[in-house]
């Protein structure tokens, strides 16, 4: 009888139950609750992750392309409203800026480094590409607009939840306008994408089962991580705003990091570029403006006047992909350099 496959990823699956553990029996230890929590969300997204790829796979483009779409960034959503119910609003934004920087910088630099190793150069369709990052740009244009206005113009408190609600208006406008662009006018441009990775999927049956099973469990593990945040943070010496950029961001997004290496490794940097490109995409159009609705419907307002440091990260971090997207190829080197700002920036938001 031939076993089932396991997953590298779902071996940490055993984290999830120690930290519901130690978190009922030990609640005054939340050093270690916040870290086992922490561990425990990575395998559970990338299963939300494969159950999302194989109901997209069972219900065709249209539709699948839409459940992608959706339900790319969930188990990160997830990790966001609970910080957002807890009134961890600095956490919250943290964790929208360290995705994007993170993304761009980390997981590609990381791809980049991995798959050039071995290889001279490795290249990817520049106009899909092009049309990923001038989209990305204008999210992050929008983004960084209200702290500039706060810090620059002095923008009084009661207008920034007003002028952050009408950005996300535009945010969730221009992700829909940017789904009919890769989904419908110029689809063709990631079919060929999405065809060259050939994965067995899994039964309409069981991706649900899988799907909801997952989605619980990210919830009740988010609410151990945030209830456990505060403690750890300060036993640790982290202060809110590095734990919302690099820690929450790296944690929410590491089964899509594994994923785009591994493409790379494969020379597959279409879909290595597209998984960062576009889970950046999706944190800044479509998360970002779900969490300031979400932040008024539960009486926790939340504005998205940014940091001036988180601001320059953005900036930085959309400029740099742009510049090694450029000429439709990539090397060692360049992801090096990608991986060298991403640590700057760590550096920067430590102190």
Sequence with gaps: MRLPRIHPLDTLLIFVPAAIAVHLAWPERSTAA???????????????????????????????GILSAGLGNAAELILALAALRAGELEVVKASLTGSIIGNLLLVFGAAAVVGGVRREKQTFNVTAAGAGNATLYLAAVALVVPALLHHG???HPETRVPTSVAIAVVLLTLYLVSLIFSLRTHAHLF????????????????ALLVLGGATAA??????????????????????????????????G??????????????DKMDLALQIAVESSKQVALFVAPVMVFAG????????????PLEVAAVGVSTGAITLVALDGQSNWLEGAMLLAVYAVLGVAFYF
């Design 34 to 64: 916040f870290v086992l929590s922490c561990l425990a969300v990575v395998p559970l997204a990338g299963l939300m992750g494969r159950a999302t790829e194989s109901l997209a796979a069972r219900v065709g483009t249209g539709l699948g």
């Design 153 to 155: 113009a002095d923008l």
């Design 191 to 206: 079919e060929a994408d999405a065809e060259a990775e050939k994965t067995t999927h899994w039964s309409m049956r069981r």
């Design 218 to 251: 990210v919830a009740v593990v988010s609410e151990i991580l945030v209830a456990s945040l505060e403690g750890a943070a300060h036993t640790l010496g982290l202060s809110r705003l590095f734990v919302g950029v690099i820690v929450v961001a790296v944690v």
């Design 253 to 266: 997004n590491a089964a899509e990091h594994s994923t785009a290496v591994l493409m790379a490794l494969r």
């Design 296 to 307: 008024l419907a539960l009486g926790r307002p939340m504005d998205l006047v940014f940091t």
